[in-house]
């Protein structure tokens, strides 16, 4: 049975990770009208992501007693200067979102709740996966740069991400 504490610390991340779906949303419909159809397709599934995170928490709360909570859409930003400067926006979202997991796994051990501990363990390894992933798609702009060409094979690059492949596309850019 959950405590009423981990309850409320585990509706709180369901609002982030919602927030996190509408949020890449809003990114990928940018990437759309911007003609980054890579970058695009890559972050509405990201996005479906998010809001399986957000469901993983739902089923949790209700299967332990609780009472999972569908929270409010926050309206997000829909103007972004750049493709990089949205995946810098994401990095630094992420990061936020690793801080909150930490902070509930704290929450968990100070409260000695073992199962919610371990429940949790799946967002600490995906947060450390997030990271390494969106850290390395920032990187691919340090290596190939922010022009026409380089944009191109980095949406390439996003595409093969999206469907489930880490491509090619910056050896050739390269070439
Ligand atoms: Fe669910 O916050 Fe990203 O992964």
């Given at each position: 049975?959950l405590s009423k504490k981990i309850e409320k610390e585990l509706n709180k991340q369901i609002v982030?990770?919602?927030?996190?779906?509408?949020?890449?949303?809003?990114?990928?419909?940018?990437?759309?009208?911007?003609?980054?159809?890579?970058?695009?397709?890559?972050?509405?599934?990201?996005?479906?992501?998010?809001?399986?995170?957000?469901?993983?928490?739902?089923?949790?709360i209700?299967?332990?007693?609780g009472h999972?909570l569908?929270?409010?859409?926050?309206?997000?930003?829909?103007?972004?200067?750049?493709?990089?400067?949205?995946?810098?926006?994401?990095?630094?979202?992420?990061?936020?979102?690793?801080?909150?997991?930490?902070?509930l796994?704290?929450v968990?051990?100070?409260?000695?709740?073992?199962?919610?501990?371990?429940?949790?363990?799946?967002?600490?390894?995906?947060?450390?996966?997030?990271?390494?992933?969106?850290?390395?798609?920032?990187?691919?702009?340090?290596?190939?740069?922010?022009?026409?060409?380089?944009?191109?094979?980095?949406?390439?690059?996003?595409?093969?991400?999206?469907?489930?492949?880490?491509?090619?596309?910056?050896?050739?850019?390269?070439?």
């Amino acid at each position: 049975m959950l405590s009423k504490k981990i309850e409320k610390e585990l509706n709180k991340q369901i609002v982030l990770e919602g927030e996190a779906s509408f949020f890449y949303l809003s990114m990928a419909s940018w990437s759309d009208n911007a003609g980054f159809e890579g970058a695009a397709k890559f972050l509405y599934g990201h996005s479906e992501e998010e809001r399986e995170h957000m469901l993983r928490l739902f089923t949790y709360i209700n299967d332990a007693g609780g009472h999972a909570l569908a929270p409010g859409i926050k309206t997000p930003e829909h103007q972004f200067k750049s493709l990089q400067q949205i995946f810098e926006t994401v990095l630094k979202h992420e990061q936020a979102v690793t801080v909150a997991i930490n902070k509930l796994v704290d929450v968990c051990l100070q409260e000695k709740d073992h199962s919610t501990f371990n429940f949790l363990q799946w967002y600490v390894a995906e947060q450390h996966e997030e990271e390494r992933l969106f850290k390395s798609i920032l990187d691919k702009f340090k290596i190939i740069g922010n022009d026409g060409k380089a944009l191109f094979w980095i949406d390439k690059e996003l595409e093969g991400l999206a469907s489930g492949s880490g491509l090619p596309a910056i050896e050739e850019a390269k070439e």
